[in-house]
Every structure is written in C-alpha cells, then in structure tokens.
C-alpha cells in the first residue's frame, strides 16, 4: 500500500513527489531503528524525514503480526503533505501501520479487485500484508474504484493520519484502541478500524491503546498502553 504514504514501483501509481518509504519498507531495508514497545510508555518520536525511528508494538499478536508508528511530517521527501495555507490541513500526523508479515498477496483482499468495498465488519480472512491504519474509518485507501470514477478510493487524504488538534477538526483521529477510533472533537467514533489482531481471520482483542498526546513539528508526543503489561522497559530513543 504504497500511495501517499509509501513509494510505489509500479507505473500505474506514478508519484509526481514520491514520498519517503514507509516504516515497513524501511525495516526491511534495515533504515531504520526499531523500537519494540513492551509496556505503557509515553514519550515523543521525531519526525521521519530527520529521524530512523519507528515503534512497534506486537502485545498479545499472533505471530508475525504488529504494528509500526511514525511520525510523517511535511519536510524532505515528505514536503507534499503540506497544505499552503493552514497547517490543519496537513496530511501528516503519526502513521500507524497494521503489519501482518504472514501475508503474501499483492492484491491485499480477494473483494479488491471485484471493485466491491473493504472489509469493516470485523471479518479480515482477506487483508494487506502492510495495512496504512486510516483515523477517518473511511477506508479509503481500499476502496475501488476511485473517487473520481464516481467511487470512494483514493490515494491518501489528510484525516489518514491521527494528530490530536484539540477539537479543531472532526475527521481526524487522535486514540485509538480494541473499541474503535476516537476523533479530534472527543465525541465521535468509530467501531473500525481498531487495534485488534486479524491475522487469524477475524478481529481478536490484545489490549493496546494508542493515543496522540501533543505536538506536531519536530516531535510528537505518543501514549501506547498495553493492558495488563506495566511500564515500558528498555529505552526509548536510541543511543547516539
């Protein structure tokens, strides 16, 4: 799932400012630094364009199963998430990836290519290897055909990513967690997506929260909670 959010190969997803690789991309190049998350913790990541680093939490997943944060910032490769003329309106904001390294099919779900929608009903027996978790639960980056071929698909928009702008925006998500995801207004919500592993066939709880606490711009602060798992142990930056 390349799109916005990751560089794509394929001709047919020509990129007029191709983006930086994904965190997953860039773990399997070994580009970056893995920060594997094990209890509550809540600190900052720097933005991607200037830092290697990435989280990724796998509390209570099967195998192979995970997800990656980072935070996408417009600068360096990245500069096309701007909006020029109100920083609310950036498509950046911490990107959560659900990874399933167990899949092997390009076309992610059997449906997708039949033109019909996603999966949103807790049934993902059919999924992405590398799923872009989008705040808005619009699914967006699934659906086909495109929006303007008079569907819902698209390539990336600015309510994907989650960032908590305090009330400031509706469409964005700024927690999310086993019930669902929580947008900016601290009011609305939305059963899907959530953080609950899928890589067996369908939705099972694992107890991970992830909230977006401040700041956007050379930092921002990230709350994970793992249920039942006590503190994070181990650092969280690396060594310089």
Same mark, same amino acid.
């Given at each position: 799932?390349?799109? &916005?959010?990751?560089?794509?190969?394929?001709?047919?997803?020509?990129?007029? +400012?191709?983006?930086?690789?994904?965190?997953?991309?860039?773990?399997?190049?070994?580009?970056?630094?893995?920060?594997?998350?094990?209890?509550? =913790?809540?600190?900052?990541?720097?933005?991607?364009?200037?830092?290697?680093?990435?989280?990724? =939490?796998?509390?209570? &997943?099967?195998?192979?199963?995970?997800?990656?944060?980072?935070?996408?910032?417009?600068?360096?490769?990245?500069?096309? &998430?701007?909006?020029?003329?109100?920083?609310?309106? @950036?498509?950046?904001?911490?990107?959560?990836?659900?990874?399933? @390294?167990?899949?092997? @099919?390009?076309?992610?779900?059997?449906?997708?290519?039949?033109?019909?929608?996603?999966?949103?009903?807790?049934?993902?027996?059919?999924?992405?290897?590398?799923?872009?978790?989008?705040?808005?639960?619009?699914?967006?980056?699934?659906?086909?055909?495109?929006?303007?071929?008079?569907?819902?698909?698209?390539?990336?928009?600015?309510?994907?990513?989650? &960032?908590? +702008?305090?009330?400031?925006?509706?469409?964005?998500?700024?927690?999310?967690?086993?019930?669902?995801?929580?947008?900016?207004?601290?009011?609305?919500?939305?059963?899907?997506?959530?953080?609950?592993?899928?890589?067996?066939?369908?939705?099972?709880?694992?107890?991970?929260?992830?909230? =977006?606490?401040?700041?956007?711009?050379?930092?921002?602060?990230?709350?994970?909670?793992?249920?039942?798992?006590?503190?994070?142990?181990?650092?969280?930056?690396?060594?310089?």
């Amino acid at each position: 799932m390349g799109n &916005m959010w990751g560089w794509s190969p394929q001709p047919q997803w020509a990129q007029l +400012l191709p983006p930086l690789m994904g965190a997953w991309s860039k773990k399997q190049l070994n580009w970056n630094n893995i920060i594997h998350i094990n209890g509550n =913790v809540a600190h900052f990541l720097l933005k991607s364009c200037t830092s290697d680093v990435a989280w990724e =939490v796998n509390y209570n &997943m099967p195998n192979k199963e995970y997800f990656l944060l980072e935070l996408r910032y417009p600068c360096g490769y990245d500069i096309g &998430m701007d909006h020029p003329k109100d920083w609310l309106r @950036d498509r950046g904001g911490l990107a959560i990836w659900h990874i399933d @390294d167990n899949v092997r @099919d390009a076309h992610g779900y059997v449906e997708q290519s039949l033109g019909r929608p996603p999966p949103k009903d807790g049934t993902f027996a059919n999924h992405y290897a590398v799923a872009l978790v989008q705040g808005d639960g619009n699914f967006n980056l699934e659906e086909r055909p495109p929006i303007e071929q008079g569907g819902l698909g698209n390539k990336g928009d600015s309510s994907d990513l989650f &960032m908590n +702008l305090w009330g400031q925006r509706s469409d964005k998500g700024y927690l999310i967690d086993n019930s669902g995801t929580t947008l900016c207004d601290g009011v609305t919500s939305h059963s899907e997506p959530n953080t609950k592993s899928y890589s067996s066939g369908t939705e099972q709880p694992n107890g991970i929260k992830i909230e =977006v606490d401040w700041g956007y711009d050379t930092w921002m602060g990230v709350k994970v909670y793992l249920d039942g798992a006590g503190d994070h142990r181990g650092t969280i930056l690396p060594p310089k």
